[in-house]
């Protein structure tokens, strides 16, 4: 039977590559078609693979945020896997990163079995992600608003997050326990980066701080925390655990029971904060990268 790999075009295309991304990774939320649409670029390919017509999984291919490197997605429903299609899916994805003129591919993996895969294809640890998941049971307080900051939302101001990426996005960035810089653009800072509703905290009308969710139209009562930092000069002054409480509350007030959010291994200092405010450690994700081309 032949497997066919071809680009996403048709809505109903990537309505089939959501279904595969639902079916894989269902305790993360997948991005809407609107969401998929906005985050298009040159360089990013999303595929589908068919059985005789059959879809048995999907894969995207792009520029990797984290140092000069691209990524690599290949995805295979659980019916269908040890068939070779998830090579057959790397392969095409590996060469799409080869064409792009990336030296590095990285990749990810959540569980056992995908790791395996990852290692069979040359693929090593380069660093961890772990999961933490704040349920919601009843109202959540927040801290009172620190001194001398305002506590806004992106959306109702328009503009303040597109020109905090400078004074403010970058230095956020820069704090990531990643193993190589993030390359993160003006234009990615808005399109990937901002959450809805995204609560910034004001100082002199500057962001000094920011937390808050992405929501999840496929599954209403869950939601993902979107980038949650501080600026260096606010730190150690309950900012951050303000922002996250507000952030909560929010989530409680639309009928929301569970928060997740990832974040690096090496970053002690969020872990802890989210550990204080309550979270369970609930998953860890393994990254990876290997030579584009191996020898
Ligand atoms: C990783 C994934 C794409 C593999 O898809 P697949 O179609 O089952 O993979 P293949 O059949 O091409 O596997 C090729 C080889 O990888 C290794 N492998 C794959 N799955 C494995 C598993 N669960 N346990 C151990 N080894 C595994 C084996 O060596 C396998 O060869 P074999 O079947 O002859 O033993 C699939 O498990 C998946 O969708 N995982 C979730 C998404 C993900 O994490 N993707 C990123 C991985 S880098």
């Given at each position: 039977?032949?497997l066919?790999i071809?680009?996403c075009?048709?809505d109903?295309?990537?309505?089939?590559?959501r279904?595969?991304?639902?079916?894989?990774?269902?305790?993360?939320?997948?991005?809407?078609?609107?969401?998929?649409r906005?985050?298009?670029?040159?360089e990013?390919?999303?595929v589908?693979?068919?059985?005789?017509g059959?879809?048995?999984?999907?894969?995207?291919a792009?520029r990797?945020?984290?140092?000069k490197a691209g990524?690599?997605?290949?995805?295979?429903?659980p019916d269908?896997?040890?068939?070779g299609?998830g090579?057959?899916?790397l392969?095409?994805?590996?060469d799409h990163?080869?064409?792009?003129g990336?030296?590095t591919?990285?990749a990810?993996?959540d569980?056992?079995?995908?790791?395996?895969?990852a290692?069979?294809?040359?693929f090593?640890e380069?660093?961890?992600?772990v999961e933490q998941?704040?349920?919601?049971?009843?109202p959540?307080?927040?801290?009172?608003t620190p001194e001398?900051i305002?506590?806004?939302?992106?959306?109702e101001?328009?503009g303040l997050?597109?020109?905090?990426y400078?004074?403010f996005?970058?230095?956020?960035?820069?704090g990531?326990a990643?193993?190589?810089?993030?390359?993160v653009?003006?234009d990615?800072w808005v399109r990937?980066?901002l959450?809805?509703p995204?609560f910034?905290a004001l100082?002199?009308?500057?962001?000094?701080?920011c937390?808050?969710?992405?929501?999840d139209?496929?599954?209403p009562?869950r939601a993902?925390?979107?980038?949650?930092?501080?600026r260096?000069?606010?730190r150690r002054?309950?900012?951050?655990?303000?922002?996250k409480l507000?952030?909560l509350?929010w989530?409680a007030?639309h009928?929301?029971?569970?928060?997740?959010?990832?974040t690096?291994?090496?970053?002690?200092?969020m872990r802890?904060l989210?550990t204080?405010?309550?979270?369970?450690?609930?998953g860890?994700?393994?990254?990876?990268?290997?030579?584009?081309?191996?020898?």
């Amino acid at each position: 039977m032949a497997l066919d790999i071809s680009p996403c075009d048709t809505d109903a295309d990537l309505e089939e590559w959501r279904r595969v991304r639902i079916a894989v990774v269902p305790y993360e939320r997948t991005q809407s078609i609107a969401e998929i649409r906005a985050d298009e670029t040159p360089e990013r390919l999303l595929v589908l693979a068919r059985e005789d017509g059959v879809v048995v999984g999907s894969g995207m291919a792009n520029r990797s945020e984290i140092g000069k490197a691209g990524s690599v997605i290949p995805r295979v429903l659980p019916d269908h896997r040890r068939r070779g299609h998830g090579t057959a899916l790397l392969e095409r994805l590996v060469d799409h990163v080869a064409d792009l003129g990336y030296d590095t591919v990285r990749a990810g993996a959540d569980d056992e079995g995908s790791l395996a895969f990852a290692h069979r294809f040359g693929f090593e640890e380069v660093n961890r992600e772990v999961e933490q998941t704040y349920r919601i049971t009843g109202p959540v307080e927040p801290t009172p608003t620190p001194e001398g900051i305002e506590v806004v939302t992106a959306q109702e101001r328009p503009g303040l997050w597109e020109g905090a990426y400078e004074g403010f996005g970058l230095e956020a960035l820069a704090g990531f326990a990643v193993d190589a810089p993030l390359e993160v653009t003006p234009d990615g800072w808005v399109r990937s980066w901002l959450g809805d509703p995204m609560f910034l905290a004001l100082h002199d009308g500057e962001v000094v701080g920011c937390a808050g969710l992405g929501l999840d139209p496929d599954r209403p009562t869950r939601a993902e925390n979107s980038l949650t930092a501080v600026r260096r000069d606010w730190r150690r002054r309950g900012l951050a655990v303000h922002l996250k409480l507000v952030t909560l509350a929010w989530a409680a007030g639309h009928g929301i029971d569970e928060v997740y959010t990832w974040t690096q291994d090496g970053n002690a200092a969020m872990r802890a904060l989210n550990t204080r405010l309550g979270y369970a450690t609930t998953g860890v994700g393994v990254q990876l990268s290997r030579q584009t081309r191996r020898p």
